[in-house]
């Protein structure tokens, strides 16, 4: 297939945003999941949404010329292995990723990047008149889309963590803001001899309890709730964090990792889980594309960025810890492991 003229390459990062309201459309109608059972045409889907026939029609045509989506001879429309991400509570799926993303809370924060450019401060704030974690506990219904979409797309990659790191050599492992706990909840499946502690603000902990005891940990996983920016539990052997660096600016995060720093042993382990750009981009690679995306999104949205080696190195140094070692999986992850120095 030849590349497209540069002009059309351009138009299409152009509307992209176009195509996000379009998934988001489809994830809240749920299409993705009438779609299960085979092809239907937008007549019948219509009817099971309570929507228009035309104006649905036309939002699934769009989709289909994306790849989501596919628009049969007969005009009936079926799954792709991208629409595979849009059903609800299958293995694999983003749907909550998607809408917690694209819906009314986040987005409208990329309308005012510029604020972000010229003040330093977060587009989030200027909409919102507070900070991300602040609003989450105004907004329950937010909040809880926000942990949904965090477990979901831990659900990814847990199973690339657990392969490339070894959690055995660990008797306790202390996940610091570890959400509704599907990652630790898949390293103690991996290191049966382990315990753990799931550490988080008390109403995550509360949505965590059904998702413990669905992995089958329960017995071996302590539920600790807490502000890591207060302290962190002792006890541990190893510490991880993964999304949660990437929230904060150096002086935040230097104020969290001094507090691990207080409580783990001289033999212990900091394992953040976060991506890690190189020091220049080059142009065509999918996974730094979403990771500098991602950092603009800790522009505008949070306070936070996405580092390098060299940030990390200088971050850990200032937290009273040494970079041991630093590699990515398949999905574009970084391990970053810091020993107490």
């Known amino acids: 297939m030849s590349t497209p003229p540069a002009a059309q390459r351009f138009l ?20 993705a999941d009438l779609l299960a059972d085979g092809p239907r045409p937008a007549e019948d889907l219509a009817r099971a949404t309570g929507t228009r026939p035309d104006p649905l029609r036309r939002v699934l045509r ?6 989501v989506f596919a628009e049969r001879e007969d005009g009936r429309f079926e799954q792709t292995e991208l629409s595979g991400f849009l059903r609800e509570g299958v ?34 704030a200027k909409v919102h008149g507070s900070e991300l974690f602040e609003y989450m506990q105004q907004d329950p219904d937010f909040a809880a889309i926000f942990n949904k979409a965090m477990t979901e797309i831990s659900a990814g990659v847990a199973d690339e963590i657990v392969a490339a790191y070894d959690f055995s050599r660990f008797a ?34 509360e949505a965590a ?14 539920l600790v709730t807490g502000n890591f920016f207060e302290s962190v539990p002792a006890g541990g052997n190893a510490y991880i964090m993964k999304w949660i660096i990437h929230d904060w600016n150096d002086d935040d995060a230097t104020k969290l990792l001094r507090n691990v720093r207080a409580v783990i042993p001289p033999d212990g382990r900091l394992i953040v889980f976060d991506g890690v750009l190189p020091e220049r981009i080059t142009a065509g690679d999918i996974a ?38 630093e590699r990515t999986i398949p999905s574009g992850l970084g391990i970053v492991e810091g020993a107490p120095a």
């Open 209 to 222: 309890r059904p998702v413990i005891a669905e992995r089958g940990v329960a017995n071996r996983c302590e």
């Open 12 to 31: 299409a990062l152009v509307t992209a945003s176009w195509v996000t309201a379009s998934l988001h459309t489809v994830a809240v109608l749920g299409i």
């Open 91 to 124: 293995v694999g799926s983003l749907r909550s990723f998607l809408v917690m993303l694209s819906g009314e809370v986040i987005s409208p924060s990329w309308g005012q990047m510029l604020h972000s450019i010229y003040t330093g401060e977060t587009a989030f």
């Open 62 to 67: 769009a989709l289909a010329a994306h790849g």
């Open 172 to 205: 306790t492992i202390v996940d610091v803001g570890g959400g509704q706990g599907s990652l630790l909840s898949a390293i103690l499946n991996a290191a049966p001899a382990a315990r753990g502690i799931l550490f988080d603000l008390p109403h995550v902990i």
């Open 288 to 325: 730094l594309q979403f990771g500098t995306l991602m950092d603009l999104n800790m522009l505008v949205n949070v306070t936070g960025l996405e580092r390098t080696e060299t940030q990390f190195r200088k971050l850990f140094a200032a937290g009273g810890f040494r970079l041991a070692s």
